[in-house]
């Protein structure tokens, strides 16, 4: 009998040694957006941390593939589609997904938490009282990017909670590099920009171009414009290859907090911006520049927008959207 149990055991240690372990992705693919609060994302892909970091944990050669978009709603349509594992956009994007999909999308962590200037060139307009029909606003993604809710949030400050759309009417899409140029031309109807860095800071070099909101002070204190989301699905299938993606994103902000100058030459590289290396570190060097993994001001998003009705899951803390992975950060 004992040597019966022991051809079996010894047969049972062969089936699994020879049968192989499941399979992670031998490809992952990432996108960010224009502009600074996706500064790790440029770092992760110009110094491969991705590819290190999974090397550390015996993946192998994992291809790492990047998609650049110039709105959250596209990026969001991509992962949504399986066209993309991982999407870099406005913590408002990550909330309308993981609202829409039951919590089947969630936030793998922050990218960045930056100040957002609402600006015009619009002379008699002080703030947003002045609003007209006659302004256009551009914003990233109509209604639910992160610059749109923060309008939403100053509008219900300013007029009450009956009023939070009021302003939504004078929205109208468009990536900050094209605001940019919308605004500045002085032609077309595209009057105000509720912009991002380092785009705010050349509006307001031009002439007549004035700041009317600022989203620290409306929210009190910065709110994550970027944030780093996955799917439920893949998180669950591919525990290593997501290590690897929230370590790398580690790793990046890690590099802005201890060399800014190495930081911003690579924006300056991938964004092919004429601003100069000074120039970046100034701006990034600001209160209210937040580079982390803990989420900022979360929940205060997730409340205007549920309370606006563009939400429809409650949520009890910042933990339910957010993987389990980031719960020991200091998230808002």
Known sequence: MRVFIRLILGFALSVVLIVPAFAEVTEVRL???????????????????????????????????????????????????????????????????????????????????VPMWLV???????????????????????RV??????????????????????????????????????????????????SLPPFEQEEVKVPGVHVILNSVDVAGG???????????????????VYAAVLAALGDAQDLIKHDKRAAAQIYLDASHDKSSVDDIVKIISQPNYVFSLAPQRMMKLWDIMYRGDTLKLKATGWKDFFFPEVHNQPGS
Do not use: C
Request: net charge neutral.
């Open 145 to 194: 990017s992160t610059q749109a809710v923060v309008l939403q949030m100053a509008t219900d400050k300013e007029f009450g909670a009956s009023e939070i759309h009021k302003f939504d009417s004078l929205t109208v899409a468009l990536g900050h590099p094209d605001a940019l140029i919308a605004l500045t031309s002085g032609q077309g109807e595209i009057d105000s920009h509720f």
């Open 31 to 113: 996108t960010r957006q224009p502009g600074l609060v996706y500064l790790p994302l440029m770092i992760m892909e110009a110094n491969k941390y991705v590819e290190k970091e999974a090397q550390k944990r015996g993946l192998g050669d994992l291809k790492v593939s990047w998609v650049v978009f110039n709105s959250g709603g596209a990026a969001v349509d991509a992962l949504l589609s399986g066209n993309v594992d991982f999407v870099t956009s406005g913590g408002t994007n990550l909330l309308v997904a993981w609202s829409a999909t039951n919590g089947q999308v969630k936030g793998v962590g922050g990218s960045g938490a």
């Open 222 to 240: 910065p709110v994550s414009n970027g944030v780093v989301f996955s799917s439920v699905k893949f998180h669950d299938a591919n525990p290593k």
């Open 120 to 142: 015009t060139r619009n002379p008699n307009v002080k703030s947003i009282k002045d609003l007209s029909d006659k302004d256009k606003i551009a914003v990233p993604t109509v």
